[in-house]
Structure formats: structure tokens, C-alpha cells
């Protein structure tokens, strides 16, 4: 009715094919969601920041994401803020896994002060884009970054060749620079060093 899926035998074939993929994927999160742990209110002190806030992602003891998507940058970010909170914070709860439709990952439990440095640096960052407007973009420093950490050789020049095709690539949509903020700010930047150490951090 909404126009997302083809008429007739197209429509079913495709909506069979996303059914399947979706329980199957449900068979690999459903033990880790079995048994839903009752929300918990953090409240921490963190480079000059106050962070407070729920935390409604925990199955027994463990800190779980799930999205039947890609991974993005956001999934990523949400994930890891929230184990550095639960770390910081001193509880048991160390432990957190991020499923999405093509990668799982796990992050393992920290000791809660390098939790909290880890904070400390990240509030660092926001406190700067506050005052001006930094190099740090959804899609084209998560590429950066991503393909810094995995690479064999050369992590620089590879991570800078995969952000230059998602902040302005010369095919295609959705790319950082097709953001109307971005674009206001940074129409003829170029990816430089700045854009390297805040991608890393």
C-alpha cells in the first residue's frame, strides 16, 4: 500500500526473501534476548561534561544492540558510548555485542578508569564542536577509521581513499557532503590531518 514492495508475484518473491533473511537473523539474537534486565539510570562526571541518562539495552548482564541493517556509524557510536558508560560506571556489565545484518561485534569489558579517559576525551571533542565547527562526518570518518584499523598496508592512504568516496565521491547520493550542514561549512574542504585525528579518535 505504501509502494515499497512490487506488485504481485515480484512483491511476494522479495517479501518472502526479506522474511527469510529476517528470521534467520532473529535465530542468532533471540538466546542473547531471551531475558530482558531491568533498566538502569547512569549519572557520570566526564571532561567537564555531566552525563546522565537510561540504559535499556541490557539481556542478562550483557549489553546488547540489534539492527537488521548495515552497521552504520551511529549503531557504532551508540554501542560504544554506552559500554564506556556501564564500564565508568563500575558495574559487572562489561560486556557488549553489536549485531547487525552483516557484522557482529564485541567489545570486552574495560576497567572503569580507562572508561572513563575514554569519555573524558570523547566529551573533549563535543565540547570543541560546540564552540566551532569540526572535520568529523557520519559516513566519510567511520570509512576513515574502519579502514585505518583493518588494513595490512598503507592504513592511511587506503582509509583516505574510502572517506574521499563517501564524504563527496563523484557517483551517487548520500554522501557527508550532501548534508545541508556540512555543506554550509565545509563546500570546498578537503580531508587533511584534522579530519585523520578526529576520525581515529
Given at each position: 500500500?505504501?509502494?515499497?514492495?512490487?506488485?504481485?508475484?515480484?512483491?511476494?518473491?522479495?517479501?518472502?526473501?526479506?522474511?527469510?533473511?529476517?528470521?534467520?537473523?532473529?535465530?542468532?539474537?533471540?538466546?542473547?534476548?531471551?531475558?530482558?534486565?531491568?533498566?538502569?539510570?547512569?549519572?557520570?562526571?566526564?571532561?567537564?561534561?555531566?552525563?546522565?541518562?537510561?540504559?535499556?539495552?541490557?539481556?542478562?548482564?550483557?549489553?546488547?544492540?540489534?539492527?537488521?541493517?548495515?552497521?552504520?556509524?551511529?549503531?557504532?557510536?551508540?554501542?560504544?558510548?554506552?559500554?564506556?558508560?556501564?564500564?565508568?560506571?563500575?558495574?559487572?556489565e562489561g560486556e557488549t555485542i553489536l549485531f547487525s545484518r552483516d557484522k557482529r561485534i564485541q567489545f570486552?569489558?574495560?576497567?572503569?578508569?580507562?572508561?572513563?579517559?575514554?569519555?573524558?576525551?570523547?566529551?573533549?571533542?563535543?565540547?570543541?564542536?560546540?564552540?566551532?565547527?569540526?572535520?568529523?562526518?557520519?559516513?566519510?570518518?567511520?570509512a576513515y577509521a574502519s579502514e585505518f584499523y583493518s588494513a595490512s598496508s598503507e592504513p592511511a592512504r587506503?582509509?583516505?581513499?574510502?572517506?574521499?568516496?563517501?564524504?563527496?565521491?563523484?557517483?551517487?547520493?548520500?554522501?557527508?557532503?550532501?548534508?545541508?550542514?556540512?555543506?554550509?561549512?565545509?563546500?570546498?574542504?578537503?580531508?587533511?590531518?584534522?579530519?585523520?585525528?578526529?576520525?581515529?579518535?
Amino acid at each position: 500500500a505504501r509502494g515499497l514492495l512490487p506488485h504481485g508475484v515480484p512483491g511476494m518473491v522479495f517479501y518472502k526473501k526479506c522474511l527469510n533473511e529476517q528470521r534467520k537473523f532473529y535465530s542468532i539474537i533471540a538466546p542473547y534476548i531471551a531475558v530482558k534486565d531491568q533498566d538502569i539510570n547512569i549519572s557520570i562526571e566526564a571532561g567537564g561534561l555531566d552525563i546522565s541518562g537510561k540504559i535499556s539495552s541490557l539481556y542478562s548482564g550483557k549489553n546488547i544492540f540489534y539492527r537488521y541493517a548495515s552497521l552504520k556509524s551511529r549503531d557504532m557510536l551508540r554501542a560504544w558510548i554506552t559500554h564506556l558508560l556501564l564500564s565508568a560506571s563500575g558495574r559487572e556489565e562489561g560486556e557488549t555485542i553489536l549485531f547487525s545484518r552483516d557484522k557482529r561485534i564485541q567489545f570486552p569489558s574495560l576497567l572503569s578508569e580507562e572508561a572513563l579517559e575514554t569519555l573524558s576525551q570523547l566529551a573533549g571533542v563535543y565540547i570543541t564542536g560546540l564552540r566551532e565547527a569540526i572535520p568529523l562526518f557520519e559516513k566519510s570518518s567511520f570509512a576513515y577509521a574502519s579502514e585505518f584499523y583493518s588494513a595490512s598496508s598503507e592504513p592511511a592512504r587506503k582509509g583516505m581513499k574510502s572517506a574521499l568516496s563517501l564524504f563527496s565521491g563523484d557517483f551517487g547520493g548520500g554522501k557527508d557532503i550532501h548534508d545541508v550542514y556540512v555543506s554550509r561549512l565545509f563546500s570546498n574542504y578537503y580531508p587533511d590531518r584534522d579530519f585523520e585525528k578526529y576520525a581515529l579518535k
